[in-house]
């Protein structure tokens, strides 16, 4: 797998859990097993100009601990619950922004991967869907062949997948379709009464990309409380923001290993990506900065 030259200085430890302090043993979680890894397959970035390192990481994800329960299991003699594959989970992304692509370039580069991406709503229809997905100012051009079909459908690598445009959930051909999962990526549909539209409209489940409104959608985080996820607790969840994915596995381990007391006083700084909308620096820009300069292009207004 090629580097991306941005990327190529980067190495980023996930190591959610320290060994116990108590045994002499340098061995790692059972949970976690050394391996050539993609730093895509944590951050939806997986593609062709993915930088490839070796880290200790997790074999599971939030997503497989979610399609895991929806698939049928069986007791087999031993006593171990067995999950029985029947047929990949049936997903659709609305909002086609940055975590839609990256979601789907993170589904495309995994192998047996137990979701399949069938119907992306994007409001700017297929052209801009395919030009936007195969060429990122940021990740370079995905490796994949992606191609227009017609005026409701790219190829990926061969595999169709249906783009419609509406902004009104309601609308959205899930049930037609079967959908499993919805990924709200839009960061609009993020209460309860707007990303249930999507069950309204036959989804099974909805995980919103974003932190949820309301004290009724759970969240989780994977490398934190991604196991606490049942499929009985709620059809709607969270996966939080990119900022509590960032901070909360490092924030769990610094309380696991040195107490609470000593968390709440470490200092946070919180430095967000280049975007037109988001202030670079927590403490910067949120009261001295005007309407009419939020459209000027960041670098230029720091």
Known sequence: MASNAALASTRIPTITRLPSKSSNSTAFPSQCSTKRSEVAEFNGLRSGGSVTYAKYVKDSSFFDVVSAQFTPKAAVSSGVVKVETVAK???????????????????HGRENSPLEVVVVNDSGG????????????????????????????????????????????????????????????????????????????????VIITAPAKGADIPTYVVGVNEGDYGHDVADIVSNASCT??????????????FGKYRLENVPFELINMMHWLLCLLSIYEKTCISKHVMHICRPFRM
């Open 126 to 205: 297929v052209k801009n869907a395919s030009h936007l997905l195969k060429y990122d100012s940021m990740l370079g051009t995905f490796k994949a062949d992606v191609k227009i079909v017609d005026n409701e459908t790219i190829s990926v690598d061969g595999k169709n997948i249906k783009v419609v445009s509406s902004r009104d959930p309601l609308k959205l051909p899930w049930a037609e379709l079967g959908i499993d999962i919805v990924i709200e990526g839009t960061g609009v549909f993020v209460d309860g009464p707007g990303a249930g539209k999507h069950l309204q409209a036959g989804a099974k489940k």
């Open 244 to 257: 509590t994915n960032c901070l909360a596995p490092f924030a769990k381990v610094m309380d696991e290993e």
């Open 89 to 107: 989970l049936k997903v659709a992304i609305n909002g086609f922004g940055r975590i839609g692509r990256n979601f789907l370039r993170c589904w």
